[in-house]
C-alpha cells in the first residue's frame, strides 16, 4: 500500500522529494514509482532467510524471487543511466537488454533492499531535473534489432508497470513457500483503482495502493 496514505485521496500524496511538485504528472510519475519499488522493499524485509531469495519455483521455472528483483531493478537502472549521458533534451540512448545476470542481490534481501532504495533516490534526483518529454532512441530486440523512439515518461512508466508485472511472479514464488503477501503487491494500479471505486460504491473497505 502507499506510505503515508490519506482517506481522503484513493492515491496519497508523498512529500515531494527535490521541489517535484505534488498534482503534477510528474509528481504522479514520482509517486508511483517510488511507491512500487517500495511495494518491494516492504515485501523483502518480510522474509527470514536468504534462501528464500534463491527458491526454485515449481510453477515458474528457472525463476526465483531475487531473480525477479533484479530483472526489475535493472530496468530502472538502465533507463536512469541512459537519462543521465547525452545532451540535455536527448535523444537519448537506451537498450534494455543489457542486462548482468547472477548478481549478489539475486541471493541477499539485504543486498537487494540496498539497490531498491537507491533506485528510489535516483528516481527522486532524475525525475526532478529530467522533464518526462526528453526523447530516447531505443534499442530492441523483438528477437529481430528495433530501433524506435519513445520519451523518459513513457519509459518511467513502463519500467513501474513492468516491476509490477514481475512482483506478481514473485507473490507466486512466495506463495510456493508459504510466504504471506500484502493484498496489493503485484496488483497493477489500475486494477486498484477500480478496486477502490467498487468499494466506494458499496460502501466497503477504501482503496489500498
Avoid at 523483502?44 to 515449481?58: R, V
Avoid at 539485504?110 to 531505443?138: C, F, G, H, W, Y
Wanted: glycine share 6%; hydrophobic share 40%.
Amino acid at each position: 500500500m502507499l506510505r503515508n496514505a490519506t482517506p481522503s485521496s484513493p492515491v496519497a500524496a508523498l512529500p515531494s522529494p527535490l521541489h517535484v511538485p505534488e498534482g503534477t504528472v510528474v509528481g504522479h510519475c514520482l509517486l508511483v514509482s517510488i511507491n512500487v519499488v517500495e511495494q518491494a522493499i516492504d515485501f523483502l524485509s518480510t522474509l527470514t532467510d536468504d534462501s528464500q531469495m534463491a527458491f526454485p519455483s515449481q510453477s515458474l521455472p528457472g525463476g526465483t524471487i531475487g531473480k525477479h528483483i533484479r530483472h526489475a531493478v535493472e530496468h530502472y537502472n538502465l533507463l536512469l543511466k541512459a537519462v543521465s549521458e547525452g545532451p540535455a533534451g536527448g535523444p537519448h540512448v537506451l537498450s534494455y537488454d543489457v542486462r548482468s545476470r547472477n548478481t549478489p542481490m539475486e541471493t541477499s534481501s539485504r543486498l537487494a533492499r540496498d539497490e531498491l532504495e537507491n533506485v528510489i533516490k535516483q528516481l527522486q534526483s532524475t525525475l526532478s531535473t529530467v522533464p518526462l518529454e526528453d526523447s530516447i532512441t531505443l534499442h530492441a530486440v523483438t528477437p529481430f534489432p528495433a530501433v524506435m523512439q519513445t520519451t523518459f515518461g513513457r519509459e518511467a512508466w513502463f519500467c513501474a508497470l513492468h516491476a509490477i508485472h514481475h512482483w506478481s511472479m514473485i507473490r507466486a514464488i512466495a506463495m510456493e513457500q508459504g510466504i504471506t503477501c500484502d493484498s496489493s503487491f503485484g496488483v497493477a494500479p489500475s486494477t486498484l483503482a477500480f478496486r477502490g471505486q467498487s468499494s466506494t460504491a458499496t460502501g466497503t473497505e477504501k482503496l489500498k495502493i
